[in-house]
């Protein structure tokens, strides 16, 4: 079974720039969660959908960050004008939607802002 | 607020056991999972617990105290291949949302 897929895998842009980050979650789950990693902050939750609902947008740093999921089986997270404090690894996870189940990563994308 | 703690580095040697900490205060608890991540990977699920004590898998074994906001992962016959993050995590309010500690870093030696 494919597991959670990411695109694109790795991302160079200049400041300014516009940057779109896509994630396809596991079939038949319906909680998806966009996470952003750093080594001086670790792993913190962007944004959670359940059912295609935005639930938790707090750890949204600023209006410059955007998701959408349009539909069960994609999502998209947007970062318009990007930052060179925004480069960061972003791990889009799904699981079922349900307390205490496992969340499954996808391979993340690698953004660099210059 | 939500935190939870961790150490940041361990190294231990191969063979060996080793016991990584994590301590955690948090509204709405409903339970601790353990995942491992690999430099440069993605995290992978180790471990679930939402009642208190031990729950074990293998090698692998993780605890928890409830009332002491308290968790343990325990890996024994540690191999080279062990050496990696691994990161707490507590889960809050009334859905699937997790709150992560910033990862202890094991170093497995000769």
């Known amino acids: 079974d494919a597991g959670v897929i990411q695109s694109p895998r790795h991302e160079v842009t200049e400041m300014g720039q516009e940057v779109t980050l896509r994630c396809k979650p596991i079939?038949?789950?319906?909680?998806l969660f966009w996470y952003r990693q750093t080594m001086m902050r670790g792993l913190e939750l962007l944004i959670y959908f359940n059912n295609n609902v935005p639930i938790d947008d707090s750890g949204m740093p600023e209006d410059r960050f955007s998701a959408k999921m349009p539909n069960a089986s994609f999502s998209t997270l947007k970062i318009q004008p990007s930052e060179p404090r925004d480069s960061a690894v972003y791990f889009c996870a799904s699981s079922l939607n349900s307390a205490g189940e496992t969340q499954y990563f996808g391979p993340g994308t690698r953004l660099l802002v210059l | 607020g939500q935190n939870i703690d961790q150490p940041t580095e361990m190294t231990a040697t191969e063979g060996a056991i080793v016991q990584i900490n994590c301590t955690y205060q948090t509204s709405g608890f409903n339970g601790l999972f353990w995942y491992q991540q690999h430099a440069g990977e993605a995290p992978t699920f180790l471990s679930y617990?939402?009642?208190?004590g031990l729950e074990e898998k293998g090698r692998f074994s993780s605890f928890l105290s409830r009332s002491k906001g308290y968790s343990y992962l325990l890996l024994k016959e540690l191999q080279m291949k062990d050496s990696a993050s691994y990161l707490c995590?507590?889960?809050?309010?009334?859905?699937?949302?997790?709150?992560f500690g910033t990862g202890t870093q094991l170093k497995v030696e000769l």
């Open positions: 995590a507590a889960l809050t309010g009334g859905g699937n949302k997790l709150t």
């Open positions: 079939s038949g789950h319906n909680s």
């Open positions: 617990n939402v009642l208190d």
